[in-house]
């Protein structure tokens, strides 16, 4: 069993930077694929960045390319996200996943894990 904890969430102006923490207890992440998804009001959960723990290919969605850096922190067993030139769009509820199998990562039939999720909000 995992337990995954983000944390970082918040306001932002435009143009602004956040990072977002994934901590993950109860087992290391070693072996796993971590991903960020997000949530805005009234639309369906899609997916942001993915990194898989053993060799460290990271994946993300064209909206978010260039803007967003998924990286991991083996000692901390934690997972970031840093996000840059934050957009109005990038608002929603984002949430960090973990699975055990790094295929087809860019959905979410790979994640058993999901952590409660933390809010950002970016206003223009």
Known sequence: ????????GGSVQAGGSLRL?????????SSYVVGWFRQAPGKEREFVAAIVWVGG?????????GRFTISRD?????????M???????TAVYYCAAGRTP??????TP???????????VSS
């Open 103 to 108: 295929l087809l990562v860019t959905s979410i």
């Open 1 to 8: 069993q995992v337990q995954l904890v983000e944390s970082g």
């Open 21 to 29: 923490s994934c901590a993950a207890s109860g087992r290391t992440f």
């Open 111 to 121: 994640y058993d894990y999901w952590g409660q999720g933390t809010q950002v909000t």
């Open 74 to 82: 083996n000692a901390k067993n934690t997972v970031y996200l840093q």
């Open 57 to 65: 290919r990271t994946y993300y969605s064209d909206s978010v390319k």
């Open 84 to 90: 840059a030139s934050l957009k109005s769009e990038d």
